[in-house]
């Protein structure tokens, strides 16, 4: 009975072994100088062919004010619609490579309705728009883990007032970076 027990110790630390040998080395992901605290270099992400870049202050492009990841940061939709319009798309993208290129980061994406329908209903349709986002990014090379979704309905407008101008500055996704 000894001689199976050894036996199958022996086997099971052979095969551990044997398995540790062929696995490649994982990349290792730049966290900055530790002695100095300087965060990892972001200042630039490639975007559709171009590339995003942050400016001479060193500020990270997502929080850089003149740069499009600062600058367009929401997604408007179209009265009880949770199809994102082509002229967003390019937003979209530009966010999605970005956290693509900087797995760190994660993002919330806040949906939001004008102020007709009933609370429910809005809550159900600011978390479509949200989802369609969410999915719109992952298909672009974000990741699932990276982006959580919320919806607000109508309990956050942008703009208050009741009419079309109003209510269509209040349809939207806000893309807010975890931590600002």
């Avoid at 052979?14 to 300087?38: F, H, I, N, W, Y």
């Avoid at 969410?134 to 699932?144: D, H, N």
């Avoid at 919320?150 to 939207?172: C, I, L, M, Q």
Wanted: aromatic share 6%; proline share 4%; hydrophobic share 30%.
């Amino acid at each position: 009975m000894r001689k199976w027990i050894f036996a199958a110790i022996v086997i099971a630390t052979l095969a551990g072994c044997a398995s540790k040998g062929t696995q490649e080395a994982a990349p290792v992901e730049d966290k900055g100088d530790r002695a100095t605290g300087s965060a990892p270099d972001t200042s630039t992400a490639p975007v559709g062919g171009s590339r995003v870049t942050g400016t001479a202050t060193g500020q990270p492009p997502h929080k850089d004010p003149s740069n499009i990841l600062s600058q367009k940061r929401t997604i408007y939709f179209d009265y009880d619609q949770d199809t994102i319009k082509d002229e967003y798309k390019a937003t979209v993208e530009a966010h999605s490579k970005y956290l693509q290129s900087n797995r760190q980061l994660k993002v919330i994406l806040q949906g939001n309705t004008d102020e007709r329908g009933t609370r429910e209903y809005n809550i159900a349709l600011g978390q479509r728009r949200a989802d369609a986002v969410k999915k719109l990014m992952i298909l672009l090379g974000a990741t699932e883990i990276q982006i959580e979704t919320v919806s607000f309905g109508k309990e956050k407008p942008r703009r208050e007032g009741h009419d079309e101008s109003s209510w269509a500055e209040n349809r939207r996704v806000d893309i807010v970076y975890v931590g600002e």
